[in-house]
């Protein structure tokens, strides 16, 4: 059963556009919330229309696209300039990942922040982006500030990037926790 204060994660691309709307807007009327994971392009790679695209994030309350999978939409691919968009056009937080370059992400107060990318080496991206919006959506349900979340992400996608494997990349709790304190210790 949902309930208040739940979160619900709808993944574009997983599930058919007017499944993920009908579904967000069923969560929405219980009182819980919608975080959107766009990773893919709605549009081109998922057969959405731009009026389905306005409604389902109109239905969100945390969207998290990647730099890419918007341009279609906005024809931006500067990850600041676009959280900025969809942050002023829908009135939620954004947290826009750039891969290497990190992660863009709104203050709620009408400022755009940038956590870096941690300085690794690594030796498979596979699973980066999950691993980074599990610890974000984590953090997020726990009640984490948004800036607090989005270092936790960017801890577990710099974690699971430093082994081969999706699933084997995830960090456990004691790497999060250590990385963390390197994260609080070196920025």
Not at 14 to 19: A, G, L, M, Q, V
Not at 46 to 53: I, M, N, Q, R, S
Not at 149 to 176: I, Q
Request: with cysteine; charged share 20%.
């Amino acid at each position: 059963a949902v309930c208040a204060d739940d979160w619900l994660v709808i993944e574009v691309g997983e599930i058919p556009i007017r499944h993920c709307i009908s579904l967000a807007k069923a969560v929405r009327e219980k009182g819980a919330r919608v975080a959107l994971d766009v990773d893919l392009d709605p549009i081109c790679q998922c057969g959405a229309t731009a009026d389905d695209v306005e409604e389902l994030f109109a239905l969100s309350n945390l969207i998290i696209p990647n730099v890419n999978s918007l341009s279609s939409i906005y024809g931006e691919t500067n990850p600041a300039a676009l959280c900025r968009h969809i942050s002023e056009q829908y009135g939620v937080s954004v947290v826009v990942t750039a891969g290497a370059d990190g992660a863009y992400f709104t203050d709620g107060n009408g400022h755009i922040c940038h956590r870096a990318a941690l300085p690794i080496t690594a030796v498979d991206t596979v699973g980066a982006g999950d691993a980074f919006h599990g610890g974000l959506l984590y953090a997020v349900c726990g009640k984490m500030p948004l800036a607090d979340a989005v270092d936790l992400a960017t801890v577990c996608a710099a974690a699971n990037c430093m082994a081969f494997g999706a699933r084997e990349g995830m960090p456990d709790h004691e790497k999060v926790e250590e990385m963390l304190r390197w994260l609080k210790n070196n920025v």
